[in-house]
């Protein structure tokens, strides 16, 4: 306080004769400093995230290859609506970039709920007068840190359809051995036969749910995701005062009413944010799947078995960096890809601004 | 200001005594299923090859192969040596480059005045609505392209630019706009008193930012430090397509190598995973504390 008041003291002072003597020159160059101080950064956000948005469409209107080799024009755009569907013979079929959104949609939907849901509940657990917070949150937090390749290693040796842990456990339980991450066979479908139904010939198994590979996929996810959710929770569980749950207390609440009334409620703009990341990082897997089934390098096939946990991040992958001359088709699968997100996002906030509660 | 400091954060109720039971119960066995592919993972390094193989498997390994280790860092040709190496450069420099570009940027929108701030920070946020894989395929072409560079001419074509080189794995991540957010926070918390303070003493924006911004936003800056390291030690997809000599491979990339070589070998193959795993899980254990406010910071505006 006291030098506030002594530079108001002096300011008017000293500034005038300085400005009058300094000239226009330092007056120039000091309205320049901010941004040298930007420079940095903006050229290189410009250039490495702001052009390639250009450049990206640009690239998707050629048939490129390791440089332009011809102008197509919309042809790449056209071949991503033939790939996705397409009608043979009268009936409808699914195409590889199809597929892939099948299958990016079936991981949507198994990781993220359960993820979110298994976080939550871990969390309020954590909220609590309890001993040990600090470990417990580490231990749940240590897969989001572990480098994925590593991770995955493991994951393809649990998973081993010989010597897997995964296939030890089942046999304890009396159930047959699987072959995991090399088993394209959808999950429903295996769940209808195994329960003595027959599987209805006239819909088509890439509607039967997610293979058994990307259910394993799904379950790694799972395991990689859900201590950065517990640890974002547990900041806005912390965020509530507990006044709130005091007076409910006094008021007779019970734990599930103040867990509808207050943590809902109160969790809920946590809870948004966390959906909304989740959603943006689930449509843009890529190691998860690139390790445990295959990103089509070193003699495996893209997104094996059968093509069944090719992700749209992989399918563009594949034929960017694996096929030739489809560089142009990867950008213009990337370009409709990141149309789609932002209007995902976008309607996310729509129905998120009606829905989440903020103080 | 809210910390949100796990151990001292806000504990609402007191649970009675069964339930508490229940609860632990509960987590530990949660925990154990979190942890267990990290004990599998150091179990199977440590057996041999007939072991890993046995059915049923052993849980502790009958002969503990630390031996495992030694082979497996010195299997691939040119060594996972080189590969640690290339991988602590690319996380090192890109880290300090990352943060002094963020520094700077972050003190002028925080305590700066210019023409078009505000579209100017907009469009930061902005572009963390950019997907990467958007950027993957143009960065990889201007990369390549890059005019004057690695054999190129003027127009950028010619020769491979920046492509294989440690500058194109490292370039276009340096610009971090979470980075620039976060320490933006953490200069526009501080009292504007010091900066009236120092300006009597004489000093320029510049010593400010450096002799007094800087240290008093050490704990942010260690915060997005981790993250930055953290990030790009463990960077797959960018490295892999980059390069495409062995001499530049970091780890993760070495690894993918590795496991297409060694096959069936999972005791070499995880004795590997470990040691490239254990960096950062090292770094994470050593400054939790960082992490979960980075964290929570980011999320709950803070």
Request: aromatic letters at 14%; glycine letters at 8%.
């Amino acid at each position: 306080m006291q030098v506030r008041e002594r530079l108001r003291a002096i300011q008017p002072a000293r500034s005038k004769p300085i400005e009058r003597v300094r000239g226009r020159r330092v007056r120039r160059r000091e309205r320049l400093t901010p941004f040298l101080y930007l420079m940095p950064t903006l050229v290189l956000l410009t250039i490495f995230d702001i052009w390639p948005i250009a450049l990206g469409f640009w690239i998707s209107l050629w048939r490129w290859g390791l440089g332009a080799e011809r102008f197509v024009g919309m042809d790449n755009y056209q071949r991503l609506l033939e790939e996705t569907v397409r009608v043979e013979g009268g009936s409808p079929v699914i195409g590889d970039l199809g597929q892939s959104f099948l299958v990016t949609l079936y991981y949507v939907i198994g990781v993220i709920p359960a993820a979110l849901f298994l976080a939550f509940v871990v969390a309020n657990m954590l909220h609590q007068k309890i001993r040990g917070l600090a470990f417990f949150r580490a231990a749940f937090f240590l897969p989001h840190v572990t480098s994925t390749v590593a991770a995955g290693m493991v994951f393809l040796w649990i998973f081993n359809p010989q010597v897997g842990v995964a296939n030890f456990a089942l046999g304890r339980l009396g159930l047959p051995a699987q072959t995991w991450l090399q088993d394209p066979d959808p999950v429903i479908k295996k769940i209808v036969l195994a329960v003595g139904l027959g599987w209805p010939s006239s819909i088509s198994e890439s509607l039967a749910g997610p293979s058994l590979a990307l259910f394993c996929v799904i379950v790694f996810s799972i395991w990689a995701s859900i201590g950065f959710n517990i640890v974002i929770m547990l900041a806005g569980l912390a965020a509530i005062p507990r006044e709130i749950f005091d007076a409910a207390r006094v008021d007779g609440a019970g734990p599930w009413q103040m867990m509808r009334r207050i943590t809902f409620p109160l969790l809920s703009p946590t809870m948004f944010f966390l959906l909304t990341i989740s959603l943006i990082s689930a449509f843009q897997t890529f190691e998860a799947v690139y390790v445990l089934t295959g990103g089509g390098g070193f003699g495996s096939q893209a997104g094996g078995p059968l093509r069944t946990t090719t992700t749209l991040t992989l399918y563009i992958f594949d034929h960017f960096y694996q096929r030739p001359s489809s560089v142009g088709y990867a950008a213009a699968a990337s370009f409709v890809l990141f149309f789609f997100l932002i209007g995902l996002t976008a309607l996310q906030f729509r129905v998120g601004e009606r829905r989440v509660f903020y103080e | 200001m809210m910390r949100h400091d796990g151990d001292r954060v806000l504990k609402p109720r007191s649970v009675p005594r069964l339930s508490l039971v229940a609860l632990y119960l509960i987590l530990t066995a949660g925990a154990a299923l979190m942890l267990f592919p990290f004990f599998w993972m150091v179990m199977t390094s440590l057996k041999s090859l007939g072991e890993i193989n046995l059915s049923p498997p052993t849980v502790l390994p009958n002969e503990w192969n630390f031996s495992n280790y030694v082979e497996a860092w010195n299997k691939p040709e040119s060594t996972f040596g080189r590969y640690f190496l290339n991988s602590a450069l690319i996380a090192i420099v890109g880290t300090a480059l990352q943060m002094f570009s963020a520094i700077l940027a972050a003190y002028a929108f925080a305590r700066m005045n210019f023409p078009l701030k505000g579209p100017l920070f907009l469009l930061l946020l902005g572009t963390l609505m950019i997907p990467f894989e958007v950027t993957l395929i143009p960065n990889f072409v201007t990369i390549r392209h890059m005019p004057l560079l690695g054999g190129n001419d003027i127009t950028g074509s010619g020769g491979q630019g920046l492509y294989d080189s440690y500058a194109g794995i490292i370039l276009p991540g340096i610009a971090n706009v979470f980075s620039v957010f976060l320490l933006r926070q953490a200069f526009l918390q501080m009292p504007r008193d010091f900066w009236d303070a120092a300006q009597i003493d004489g000093a320029s924006q510049w010593t400010f930012l450096w002799r007094v911004a800087v240290p008093l936003a050490m704990p942010t800056l260690l915060t997005a430090t981790l993250f930055a390291l953290l990030a790009r030690w463990n960077a797959v997809l960018w490295p892999l397509i980059i390069t495409s000599s062995e001499e530049l491979r970091p780890v993760q990339v070495a690894m993918l190598y590795f496991r297409g070589e060694e096959g069936p070998n999972f005791h070499y193959l995880l004795a590997a995973a470990t040691l490239v795993a254990l960096p950062g899980i090292l770094l994470y254990l050593f400054t939790q504390r960082y992490f979960t406010e980075g964290l929570s910071s980011g999320a709950i505006k803070g």
